[in-house]
């Protein structure tokens, strides 16, 4: 995601919740116009054991529509629809292709006669689903072969360490867009780590994950769902509803945060089967809003930093209690509002695959969400280390605008959490949260030439930094920081 470079050249400006206005005038390509669609009668069952399930959500990605008593459902799509998928329902496996990725759909075959049938057969699961762990994974961004090698010799043993510690508990992936970085060919890598991680994995699309010479949104995730199934389709886990969607929306010569009229809809019909007051967990790339515009000086955010329509997501996600797992930003970072809270996952590949850490210095990684019927717990887990590590220490002097200060960074913080320190063993008292620069983030990726291969990977401003005044150099301090779950961690100065 390089952010910096690409809004530049993008030149994106005043972006509205409606239809962009500089939007016809973003590529002078002549485009193919599809043929008008026809009408297509998709006619299927979903079943289990030879039996058919009643209340089972059939998409086309336009229209929604309940299975009946007997497991049967009509589904009047058109023909440009390419597939149709199921809702998968808590309580039975995710079916999966191949290599692993979730597989929950079907290719519409329409006869001459405008008719199609499928069926799904469902397997039961063989314990209950109420208890269950997703593995949220945030920008893995795969662009050499390097970096394909990066993914299978760090991440993926770290996150087969993690999936043998979860036991026998249903497990899921949930990758958070930008799983390729523009090299589309090496798609089979990701499905390659799927396949060795051995859980269902959904992938939500990213804008690296685009089609770049294409001049349509529509067209620019062929690819990704050549391999992957729809851009955007919904599951149940235990009492959790998940919805993966696509918001990085392409528009010839770039692109923007932004949900389309279709998705809109078709999450309209999706939620519409979903009770008021139940757990609706959705997943995207771009965050709806962070900010890490207002930590670098701006107003408002860049159209490709947040959804720009996000008011009308917002509007059909009221009813709920909303988590948003989002990626992008190659940050972690908590944010709340009314019904929601949004979770910035920080990313697979760190500062793409230059070194250890994330730009605020977030530890290259992933986050492991525990549920247990509708208590939802979560933690960040740094890549190479044990799932204690939640907090880097720097000595005395280490940040040069408080040079009498430790500073201690906290990566997973959110205002649930309580960070205190302890000088030579006595306590001290909270520790002041502060805005700044990670100092390793500093070291490794400030100046013209840092990071070696992607010297546009600043140090980014961050709020989840901690600075203690620490009476000498030499001082033993040491940071202890409890989580909103009663989790304590801590850390020294090395």
Not at 13 to 36: D, N
Not at 83 to 91: D, E, L, T
Not at 439 to 448: C, D, I, T, Y
Request: aromatic fraction near 8%; glycine fraction near 10%; proline fraction near 7%.
């Amino acid at each position: 995601m390089d952010r910096r470079r690409f809004l530049q050249s993008a030149g994106l400006v005043g972006v509205a919740a409606a239809m962009p206005s500089w939007l016809p005038a973003a590529g002078q390509t002549p485009i193919w116009l599809p043929r008008p669609a026809s009408p297509v009668r998709v006619s299927g069952v979903v079943r289990a054991r030879g039996r058919g399930l009643a209340k089972v959500g059939v998409s086309d990605g336009r229209t929604t529509v309940e299975t009946g008593a007997d497991g049967t459902f009509t589904l009047v799509s058109t023909s440009d629809c390419a597939r149709v998928w199921v809702s998968m329902p808590a309580g039975y496996r995710i079916p999966v292709a191949a290599v692993g990725t979730a597989r929950v759909f079907s290719a519409i075959a329409a006869d001459r006669r405008g008719e199609a049938t499928v069926r799904f057969d469902l397997e039961p699961l063989p314990y209950s689903d109420a208890r269950h762990t997703v593995l949220v994974l945030g920008d893995v961004q795969v662009q050499t072969a390097d970096e394909a090698a990066y993914l299978h010799a760090q991440a993926v043993p770290d996150l087969l360490e993690t999936r043998r510690a979860i036991g026998d508990v249903e497990t899921i992936g949930i990758a958070l867009g930008d799983v390729m970085y523009d090299h589309l060919e090496l798609n089979p890598e990701w499905e390659r780590a799927v396949q060795r991680l051995g859980v269902p994995c959904f992938q939500a699309p990213g804008n690296h994950d685009h089609d770049r010479g294409e001049q349509l949104d529509e067209a620019a995730t062929r690819t990704f769902e050549h391999h992957y199934g729809p851009r955007y389709l919904s599951f149940d886990r235990g009492a959790v509803h998940y919805v993966v969607l696509d918001d990085a929306f392409w528009h010839g010569t770039g692109y923007i945060g932004y949900l389309d009229a279709g998705q809109l809809a078709w999450l309209a019909s999706d939620l519409a089967r979903i009770e008021r007051g139940r757990i609706v967990t959705v997943c995207l790339h771009i965050p709806t809003l962070g900010t890490y515009h207002l930590r670098h000086d701006k107003e408002e955010p860049d159209p490709a930093e947040a959804l720009c329509n996000r008011e009308a997501l917002y509007r059909l996600l009221e009813p709920y209690r909303v988590h948003v797992l989002s990626g992008h930003m190659h940050e972690c970072e908590h944010l709340f509002g009314g019904n929601r809270h949004e979770h910035v996952a920080g990313a697979v590949c760190g500062a793409w695959w230059s070194g250890p850490i994330c730009g605020d210095g977030t530890p290259n990684g992933y986050a492991v969400y525990e549920i247990s019927g509708e208590d939802v717990r979560w933690r960040y887990k740094a890549t190479g280390q044990p799932a204690s590590h939640q907090i880097r220490v720097h000595p005395r002097g280490a940040d040069p605008t408080v040079p009498e200060a430790v500073i201690a960074n906290v990566w997973d913080w959110d205002p649930a959490w309580k960070v205190v320190w302890y000088e030579d063993g006595e306590p001290r008292g909270l520790a002041v949260r502060r805005r700044g620069t990670d100092p390793l983030s500093a070291k490794l990726h400030e100046g013209p030439d840092l990071p070696v291969g992607r010297e546009w990977a600043d140090p980014y401003t961050t709020d989840h930094l901690f600075a203690v005044p620490a009476a000498s150099a030499t001082s033993r301090v040491t940071i202890e920081a409890t989580d909103r779950f009663g989790r304590v961690y801590t850390a020294q100065v090395p």
